[in-house]
């Protein structure tokens, strides 16, 4: 399970993973997680060839039969070595109410591999009171912070954007504060220092530590505080227009009208799929700081003429404001493209309510696993 705040990078960490172990001979099956349905992160991997199984409504934590039923699904259609699981980036306590009964229930079918914890350095200097800048407030940072404290690992991903010196003090920082995970740095843009972390977890197994003392009252309040949105719109245009250009034009836009409002930005991730490109061709932008520009991940090579576009958007602000921002967005930007039009075709937007745990286990079972890849003890869940 590749956990980690919302902007941290899992989704392409869980890609650059799937595509090692598929390298090794494994079959791997993807399990995203979010409180809606139409996910970004499922369209990417998919759109990478992996099979992969949405669970919308919920984290893992209040999903956890879902959860399972995801693993026997894809178990059915690929029968995977491995399955690799995205929680959603504001959820934590997941190794009582996930891993340990996961390891309870089905310990004769799956091993579990130790948890991994991905950080954005910049908001994680930030946080640790390191760097002055956009921050969350104090309930959503306790989120933040407990999923550090139930690490087993915890990769500092995008260790480009510090300097070697930065980067030093950041992990010195993690290490101090989270004694009892292993703390190392990679970069999954640009696929370095990854290694060292798939050796971990292809080689080793979840040990076992009491579970994390969890205020649930905060947790709650934490996740409420933070707005959320994910819309489908449909965009058709005269004639040709840069699609490219367009995702990055949105994405700036909706980032002023929300600096506008004060409203600290965790995550804003968009695919737009062309109805007259090659299958499987998208183009992607990413948003991670309100003090941030929106990056391209993917880029299409051919102008289109329509297509559908995916938004999913979470921050520290009321999800009106965040609808406002989207619809505001959808009408201004269109009209610095000849003929471009836009239309909203669906939407969600709400604050997640109280975590509720199916299982909640304070130690972890007393029966052994073996080791990783699982041919023979069952599918690895990483």
Not at 157 to 171: H, R, V
Not at 303 to 313: H, R
Request: charged letters at 20%; aromatic letters at 6%; glycine letters at 8%.
């Amino acid at each position: 399970m590749i956990g980690g705040f919302l902007g941290s990078g899992k989704t392409t960490t869980m890609g650059r993973l799937a595509r090692h172990l598929s390298d090794q001979g494994l079959r791997v099956g993807l399990i995203t997680n979010d409180q809606a349905g139409g996910l970004v992160d499922t369209t990417l991997m998919r759109n990478q060839g992996f099979a992969t199984e949405e669970i919308a409504g919920g984290c893992f934590c209040c999903r956890f039969n879902t959860l399972v039923d995801a693993a026997a699904k894809l178990t059915d259609a690929t029968k995977p070595d491995v399955f690799i699981a995205e929680p959603v980036g504001s959820c934590t306590d997941l190794v009582a109410t996930v891993t340990y009964p996961l390891r309870r229930i089905y310990g004769a079918d799956f091993t579990v591999a130790p948890l991994s914890v991905l950080v954005d350095p910049i908001r994680a200097r930030r946080v640790l009171g390191l760097d002055d800048g956009g921050n969350f407030s104090a309930k959503v940072a306790y989120i933040y912070k407990k999923q550090l404290e139930e690490a087993d690992v915890i990769v500092v991903n995008k260790e480009e954007l510090l300097t070697p010196t930065q980067l030093a003090e950041l992990i010195g920082a993690l290490e101090t504060a989270f004694p009892e995970a292993f703390v190392l740095s990679a970069s999954s843009r640009h696929e370095t220092g990854l290694q060292p972390w798939f050796d971990i977890i292809t080689r080793d197994t979840q040990g076992s530590r009491a579970a994390l003392t969890m205020d649930y009252e905060v947790y709650a309040d934490g996740e409420a505080l933070l707005g959320w949105l994910n819309a489908t719109a449909t965009l058709q245009a005269d004639d040709e227009f840069d699609a490219n250009a367009f995702l990055q034009a949105f994405a700036s836009d909706i980032q002023s009208r929300l600096q506008a409002h004060q409203a600290e930005v965790a995550h804003l991730k968009m695919t737009y799929s062309p109805d007259d490109g090659i299958a499987g061709e998208i183009a992607s932008v990413n948003l991670v700081r309100n003090d941030y520009v929106p990056e391209s991940g993917m880029a299409l090579d051919e102008p289109s003429t329509g297509g559908q576009l995916i938004i999913n958007l979470r921050a520290e602000a009321p999800p009106e404001i965040l609808l406002s921002a989207v619809r505001a967005s959808l009408h201004a930007v269109p009209q610095q493209f000849f003929g471009l039009r836009t239309t909203l075709d669906h939407e969600e937007h709400f604050r997640p309510g109280k975590p509720v745990p199916t299982h909640r286990d304070a130690t972890a079972p007393a029966t052994p696993h073996g080791g990783l890849p699982g041919h023979d003890s069952g599918t690895a869940a990483v």
